[in-house]
């Protein structure tokens, strides 16, 4: 399975970005797929997760509300839609994919692939 992201770029706050995310290879409906963010001097971090059929999503507590993440599963790719973007989002956010059937995939050691990154920087 081979992930592309796309979509990052420099906004100011209080703006939007759509990240996507494209896959090939592999069964994507049937895979969990998941964002996950790395600002610079920290660990990566969990922002968001859904399940192969769409029908359950999990947010950070500090994306809640301001970020929303879709599938479609026609076109093989998973998007991140962020929305209200302060300067404390700004990383490198990573997507993933989970071949596992169970989990609470709200860690790295959940997910199976990996994307390379695609930077989003939010300025004050």
């Known amino acids: 399975v081979q992930l592309q992201a796309s979509g990052g770029g420099l906004v100011q706050a209080g703006g939007s970005l759509r990240l996507s995310c494209a896959a090939s290879g592999g069964r994507f409906s049937s895979y969990t797929m998941g964002w996950f963010r790395q600002a610079p001097g920290k660990e990566r971090e969990f922002v968001a997760r859904?399940?192969?059929?769409?029908?359950?999503?999990y947010y950070a507590d500090s994306v809640k509300g301001r970020f929303t993440i879709s599938r479609d599963n026609a076109k093989i790719t998973v998007y991140l839609q962020m929305d209200s973007l302060k300067p404390e989002d700004t990383a490198v956010y990573y997507c993933?994919?989970?071949?596992?059937?169970?989990?609470?995939?709200?860690?790295?050691?959940?997910?199976?692939?990996w994307g390379q990154g695609t930077k989003v920087t939010v300025s004050s």
């Open positions: 993933a994919a989970s071949v596992n059937p169970w989990g609470s995939f709200r860690l790295s050691y959940d997910y199976d692939y």
């Open positions: 859904i399940s192969g059929r769409a029908d359950s999503t």
